[in-house]
Each structure stands twice: as structure tokens, then as C-alpha cells.
């Protein structure tokens, strides 16, 4: 039988801490839980025998359907996790509301109209209020998808606002050319390379790729006008020019309904469900770890990154995801 010594297994140890980040680790010797469905944790005792219940949901980081893979994890994909929670909560007769808490940057155009064309689902089918909260971000897609629920809750210090669209390009030909280096596609039509980074835009290229943008443009600024009837028309034009705004300003601009912080979206969304006390539930994955309503969103507890200046970057494929498409995303310059 081999033999360690105490070194040895210290080094093994915090290899093994390196690899799955700090924080508290869990070792699962014997019978554990085979699946992951999502399971309901009492956060905010009512302290009532059989109350309702208000679900907490997150969406966290970058809106794409995509899996959002970190090192040692499976990832998870936000469109089907979100699904995933409304479904639960929708299941549940004990749930009469729900706090759809946002911290996201925004997405991929298809991928934030899909959330929130299931937020409004949830909405219709089952007639239960959705009181959004807004945290250190909900711009660009993340307010898109705000803007399904039927009350909007921003802390004073949140960004939000980013009402626009993102189509990144890039070329390197001119490097490649001064090296001696020539791009050739063959084609189907001249249309075919529009964007490549191999190629240069011509006016005709841009001039498609600008009516995507309007198109995808246009459909966000339908969504907000729906959602936000009472924004004073005269300051229109400066609420949907792109810019980003504090949780404050958007209240006084009428971008959403009151400027609180998590207890005041509880009681406004047991107010819309007509209740005078019920519990406040958080789903998560069995095994994670609940102890406050503000634990590490525990749905997406698969995922793990860096948020560079507000922008969260995950390892692994989402970073090959944001490479192309249009977006609904708030992306400050990076150093």
C-alpha cells in the first residue's frame, strides 16, 4: 500500500482548492441525491404553519442558451434554468408570487426575448404577479427582460437602462496584408462573408448589417414602450439612446416602479398576491448550501467567473459564444 505523508496530502489539497475556487466545499461519501431537480428553501420565515410562498428566482450573468460551463462543472444553460424555476414555481400551489431577481449585463438578442417571452407566459398561465429586482446590473437584455414583470424594483445604486443593440465587428486584413497574407473565399453571392473579420465592410455590407441592428433596435424599443406607458414622451428620445442609468435616475425617468432593495420587492409582490404573510422561498440544487436570501444565486452555482468591470465572463464556451451575434448588452470599454 502506498504511503503519503502529511505534505503530500497538503500539496493535494490545495491543488484541489485551486482547481474548484475558495469557498466551502462539500465531500459526498455514500448515498447522495441522483438528481438535481430544483428544490424550494425557506429563506424569509413567515413563521406560520403552512403559509404561502413567494419564490425567489435569479438570472445571473450573460443571457445566452447556451451552457455556461466553469472549470470542474457542468454548466448550465440561464434560458433553461430560468424555464426550469418558473415551471417549479408555477407547479407549486403553496407559490402565489414570484421576485425575479436580475443581475445581468444583457445577451444575446434571441436569448433575452426568449426569457422574457416566458416570464410573460408564466404571467398569463398562471395569473401569479412577477415583481422584478434589479441588482448591481439589469441593462441592455437584462432590462429587456425586465420589463415581462409586473413591477420593477431597482437599488438606488443598480445600472440599468443600455436600451440598444450591439453588432461587433472586427477585420485583421489589414494586419494579414502586411505580412503578405490574402484572404480568398469562395462565395456563393457577394453578400455571403458580410462581417468576417477576413473581410472589409463595404457600404452595401454595413448597410445590411445596420437594418438587422434598427430591426432588433426597434423590437426593444416596442417591448420598453409597453412596459413603461408613463415615460414622459418629451424625454423619450434620451431614455432609449443607449445610455445606462442609476437605479435612482431610472425611477425619476419612469424606467421602473420604486427604488428599494430586496424586502421592499418582497412585500410589494405579496401586496399584488394579495397576501398578508407568506414565506419567502429560494430554489436551488440539492446539496447547495441556503442560508439568507442572499446566497450565491444557487441555480447557477455551476457557474463560475470574473466580473470585469461589471461584464461577467465565464470560463469555457460562453466565451466562444460572445464572439458573434447581435446583443442587448451593456459592455463598458475594458482596459
Known amino acids: 500500500m502506498a504511503r503519503y505523508s502529511l505534505a503530500s496530502w497538503c500539496c493535494l489539497s ?57 472549470i470542474l462543472s457542468a454548466g448550465y444553460n440561464p434560458v433553461s434554468t430560468l424555464v426550469e424555476a418558473l415551471n417549479a414555481a408555477a407547479r407549486d400551489p403553496k407559490v402565489a408570487a414570484v421576485v425575479l431577481r436580475i443581475n445581468s449585463p444583457g445577451g444575446t438578442v434571441t436569448a433575452s426575448d426568449m426569457m422574457y417571452r416566458e416570464v410573460k407566459r408564466f404571467r398569463e398561465a398562471t395569473e401569479k404577479p412577477v415583481v422584478v429586482l434589479m441588482m448591481d446590473v439589469a441593462a441592455s437584455g437584462g432590462y429587456y427582460l425586465a420589463c415581462a414583470g409586473d413591477h420593477l424594483v431597482a437599488y438606488p445604486s443598480s445600472i ?11 477585420t485583421v486584413k489589414p494586419a494579414l496584408e502586411r505580412i503578405g497574407i490574402r ?49 414622459d414622451p418629451d424625454t423619450w428620445d434620451i431614455v432609449t439612446d443607449g445610455r445606462v442609468f442609476t437605479g435612482q435616475r431610472a425611477y425619476e425617468l419612469g424606467l421602473v416602479d420604486a427604488v428599494g432593495d430586496l424586502h421592499d420587492a418582497f412585500a410589494r409582490a405579496k401586496q ?7 414565506d419567502l422561498v429560494l430554489y436551488h440544487r440539492p446539496l447547495d448550501y441556503v442560508a439568507t436570501p442572499y446566497s450565491r444565486a444557487p441555480v ?19 466565451i466562444a459564444a460572445a464572439q ?5 448588452l451593456w459592455q463598458p470599454e475594458l482596459p
Open 183 to 231: 484572404a480568398d473565399a469562395i462565395v456563393s453571392g457577394p453578400n455571403k462573408a458580410t462581417g468576417s473579420p477576413l473581410e472589409n465592410l463595404d457600404p452595401d455590407q454595413r448597410a445590411i448589417l445596420q437594418q438587422l441592428v434598427d430591426s432588433f433596435y426597434a423590437d426593444f424599443v416596442q417591448v420598453v414602450r409597453l412596459s413603461r406607458p408613463e415615460v
Open 14 to 70: 490545495l491543488v484541489v482548492m485551486g482547481l474548484i475556487g475558495c469557498g466551502p466545499a462539500t465531500f459526498v461519501v455514500g448515498l447522495a441525491p441522483g438528481g438535481q431537480k430544483l428544490t424550494a428553501t425557506t429563506v424569509e420565515p413567515d413563521g406560520r404553519l403552512g403559509s404561502a410562498r413567494v419564490a425567489l428566482i435569479d438570472v445571473t450573468g450573460l443571457i445566452t442558451n447556451t451552457d455556461q460551463a466553469g
Open 272 to 278: 399584488l398576491a394579495d397576501l398578508e404573510h407568506a
Open 300 to 318: 447557477d452555482s455551476a457557474s463560475r467567473g470574473t466580473q470585469i468591470n461589471l461584464l461577467q465572463v465565464n470560463l469555457g464556451r460562453e
Open 160 to 170: 440599468t437602462g443600455s436600451i440598444g443593440v450591439v453588432l461587433q465587428t472586427v
Open 324 to 328: 458573434a451575434g447581435a446583443y442587448y
